[in-house]
């Protein structure tokens, strides 16, 4: 079961920009933080940025902190990656997911998050 929708990802070359997309149908996204991982080819998922159910509350990791913005617009049940900047090391096949309570303790943590989206690439050429 993928609720999550994602569009957007694609090859471009270091320095460019990119909008990943996520839309949670229904009321999927209802007073839920959101969050977007990545996984790099051979590597972990690693935690990219999350977002509170306001919007007033936003996290990044430090390798993407000021090179990405996360944002959402509740009213289109939608969120979206704003990449800029791009590194070869930004490669990776990016998911969103939706934080699964609250009170959750770790939003890095990626079980902490209970639907998830399909998964698309990112590709950033040097």
């Known amino acids: 079961q993928v609720p999550l929708v994602q569009s957007g990802g694609g090859l471009v070359q270091a320095g460019d920009s990119l909008r990943l997309s996520c839309a949670g149908p229904g009321r999927t996204f209802n007073n839920k933080a959101v969050g977007w991982f990545r996984r790099p080819l051979g590597k972990d998922r690693e935690f990219v940025a999350q977002i509170t159910w306001t919007g007033d509350n936003t996290y990044y990791s430090d390798s993407v902190k000021g090179r990405f913005t996360i944002s959402r617009d509740n009213a289109k049940s939608t969120v979206y990656l704003q990449m800029n900047s791009l590194k070869p090391e930004d490669t990776a096949v990016y998911y969103c997911?939706?934080?699964?309570?609250?009170?959750?303790?770790?939003?890095?943590?990626?079980?902490?998050?209970?639907?998830w989206g399909q998964g698309t690439q990112v590709t950033v050429s040097s």
């Open positions: 997911a939706r934080l699964g309570s609250a009170f959750a303790s770790d939003r890095e943590n990626p079980y902490e998050y209970d639907y």
